[in-house]
């Protein structure tokens, strides 16, 4: 265990917009999230950033060249263990499955249900822009789908590794990474 801070998720306040058309109505959503402030233990973000790099080297990506690595430990883990997947392409490429996924899947598959922390390296595009380094649109919704949705669980973090110098990750809740994240909800 190594140092814990308080980290705090900007509060984003964006109002919605109306524009008036000779058919009707045409609004266009803003986003309005609260301030969430979480305590993360600093050496364990270290460790998931260090684990997820060096998975990105069990990618297999012959197609694309572009390695990925992630990491993650769930909340509802007793023994909080770091579960870990790469990207795996397919030259059937709708067979590809992404690092976050397969991380994903593996823990699934261990009966876990509940994500506390991601971590994910795309260790050949660590300098790029963070658009070239977050999450696809299917593992961003694959994420969602491991958010615990008690009210009294720990809000999950999902880190994206970054190359900056001395900058460690750049940090989200899935509200920031996914806003408007499809949530279905069975009839009751």
Known sequence: M????TIALPQVAVADSTIESPAGRIIIPGQHL???RMDIDVAVVQQLLS???AAAANAHAPYSNFHVGAAL???DDPEQRIITGANVENSSYGATICGERSALTTASSLGFRALRYLALSTADSLTSP???RSP???CR???REFISRSSNAREALILVD???PGTLCEAFDIDRLLPYGFNFAPPV
Request: aromatic share 0%; with cysteine; charged share 25%.
């Open 136 to 138: 696809c649109g299917i």
């Open 162 to 164: 970054t190359a900056e």
């Open 51 to 53: 684990t997820a790099r």
């Open 130 to 132: 963070l658009c070239d």
């Open 141 to 143: 919704q694959s994420i």
């Open 2 to 5: 190594g140092e814990t801070i």
């Open 73 to 75: 430990i769930m909340a």
């Open 34 to 36: 609260p301030e969430k």
